[in-house]
């Protein structure tokens, strides 16, 4: 299990994903509320979002049971693109929460969000050349 790459990919798009909970993606001022003159200084991250969480949840969840599926590369290679699409969508919703902020500027921990569907694409193509060696090794028996 360990020695396919893919299951590294895997582990470090989950742990990119996890690390998004804590680290910020955009800062900035928001109008409060309450007042309509004060402006509040926040940070978006998932972890202040249920929606986000959940995405970010998913992502996470499918990461883990991509690294548990090795036996089944075909269903690994679904879960691998299915969770990219999703991480993919994760990053949409990230840039559309920050149309919410008056002024503000992207965080350099914005780009561990950015870099979980690419790990992914990684495992998937690692899952692809798996199975493209396990086909000619059949074709040679």
């Keep these: 299990m360990i020695q396919r790459i893919q299951t590294v990919w895997f582990l470090l798009a989950a742990i990119c994903a996890g690390l998004s909970t804590r680290l910020s993606f955009y800062t900035g001022n928001k109008d409060d509320i309450a007042s309509a003159d004060l402006k509040v200084f926040q940070s978006l ?21 991509g690294i548990f599926t090795y036996k089944n590369r075909k269903k690994q290679l679904q879960i691998a693109l299915l969770t990219a699409i999703v991480a993919i969508i994760n990053i949409i919703l990230y840039i559309y ?23 992914l694409l990684l495992a998937a193509r690692g899952i692809w050349k798996d199975e493209q060696l396990v086909k000619s090794a059949d074709r040679l028996r």
Excluded: D, H, M, R
């Design 45 to 65: 991250n998932s972890g202040n979002n249920t929606v986000l969480s959940a995405v970010v949840g998913f992502i996470v969840a499918a990461c883990l049971i």
């Design 97 to 119: 929460k920050t149309k919410s902020f008056i002024e503000g500027q992207y965080s350099i921990t914005s780009s561990i969000t950015f870099l979980i569907p690419l790990f």
